[in-house]
């Protein structure tokens, strides 16, 4: 069974600081898993994807995020916030065999950022 | 702009009824995703289609149905509507059925008064 966790349902961060969310998921297979971005009002736009390569993975918009195994844990990053970055932002897990059933959303972390 | 297209942005209607939204997914796409969204069910996955055949069911209720057509368009038909059916439904496509990579529409806003 696979599942995923995002620990923060609201974050908030003043303009020019890190952003760090938090995503922690569980997986009994090799998981690949990505970062989905809903600015108010739109759909859900693909900010990065993990499938087993690189550890670090770079997104789009400055946002990258890191995957550890041993904490079993794919936190998003960004080293400056930016008012535009403000929206819910979903960690996404997939693994096992292929079934959109399979595709579990987390319950998404809201980024407020202040002026 | 994702190239994922769902009609009609906004929709209200009463219990009862039934409505039916319509996604086309992007070109050459062959796998459409229906998705509900709402405050206190975040998004739920509804069901799945992979060219023209249904893939992968979730959370979807006996009332409501979908398929998915020779052009790869899809149709999500939601009868005897209640109040909780009141949602954001999202239509997501991908080039095949076995990535998480997924394209999403812009959705199509759903009121039951």
């Known amino acids: 069974a696979q599942s995923v966790t995002q620990l923060d349902s609201h974050v908030s961060v003043s303009e020019g600081t890190p952003v760090l969310l938090r995503c922690n998921y569980s997986?009994?297979?090799?998981?690949?898993l990505f970062w989905y971005v809903q600015h108010p009002n739109k759909g859900l736009q693909l900010l990065l994807k993990?499938?087993?390569?690189?550890?670090l993975v770079k997104g789009i918009n400055g946002f990258e995020a890191e995957f550890k195994k041993s904490e079993t844990s794919f936190h998003l990053t960004k080293p400056s916030a930016h008012m535009s970055d403000a929206a819910e932002y979903f960690c996404?897990?997939?693994?096992?065999?292929?079934?959109?059933?399979?595709?579990?959303f987390g319950s998404g972390t809201r980024l407020s950022i202040r002026p | 702009d994702s190239g994922v297209t769902q009609t009609p942005k906004h929709l209200i209607t009463a219990t009862g009824q039934r409505v039916t939204l319509r996604c086309s997914p992007r070109?050459?796409?062959?796998?459409v995703y229906w998705y509900q969204q709402s405050l206190d069910q975040g998004l739920q996955f509804l069901i799945q289609?992979?060219?023209?055949?249904?893939?992968a069911k979730g959370n979807i209720l006996e009332r409501f149905s979908a398929q998915q057509f020779p052009d790869l368009h899809s149709e999500l038909n939601l009868s005897s509507l209640e109040l909780g059916d009141s949602a954001l439904y999202f239509c997501?496509?991908?080039?095949?059925?076995?990535?998480?990579?997924?394209?999403f529409g812009e959705g199509s806003r759903l009121t039951v008064l």
């Open positions: 997501a496509s991908s080039l095949q059925g076995d990535t998480g990579e997924l394209f």
């Open positions: 997986s009994s297979y090799s998981p690949s």
């Open positions: 993990y499938t087993s390569a690189a550890t």
């Open positions: 996404v897990v997939m693994g096992g065999y292929s079934s959109a059933s399979k595709i579990i």
């Open positions: 070109s050459g796409d062959l796998s």
């Open positions: 289609y992979y060219n023209g055949e249904e893939r």
